[in-house]
């Protein structure tokens, strides 16, 4: 299942890398420093940072979800505790009116 998946990204990542050999030179602004690399590294590395960006957002977002569902876990824990106790202790069964 996963090679069916990844096989096409594969061959899309080979053929982009292919198709774009061009050096490009990234100057980062408010210093002197620059780099010149082929256009198809520069285009993964912007890929990948925003992969790893929208990765941490969705990481921020579940938080709350896992959290919620962590008490509820226990909530659940504790309620299964209380009626385990509440079936083991006998019932008092009163006498019939007279």
């Known amino acids: 299942m996963r090679a069916i998946i990844a096989l096409p990204f594969l061959i ?3 053929l982009f890398a292919l198709s774009n050999t061009g050096d490009v030179r990234l100057a980062l602004w ?6 010149q690399l082929p256009l198809s590294i520069a285009m993964l590395i912007a890929m990948g940072v925003a992969f790893l960006i929208g ?3 969705v990481w921020f977002s579940v938080l709350g979800a896992w959290r919620r ?3 509820a876990e226990h909530a659940v824990a504790a309620l299964q505790t ?3 106790a509440m079936q083991a202790t006998p019932i008092a069964v009163l006498p019939p009116p007279r």
């Open 12 to 14: 899309l990542f080979v």
């Open 30 to 35: 408010p210093t002197d420093y620059s780099v």
């Open 55 to 57: 990765s941490l957002l």
């Open 69 to 71: 569902a962590r008490r």
């Open 82 to 84: 209380q009626l385990r």
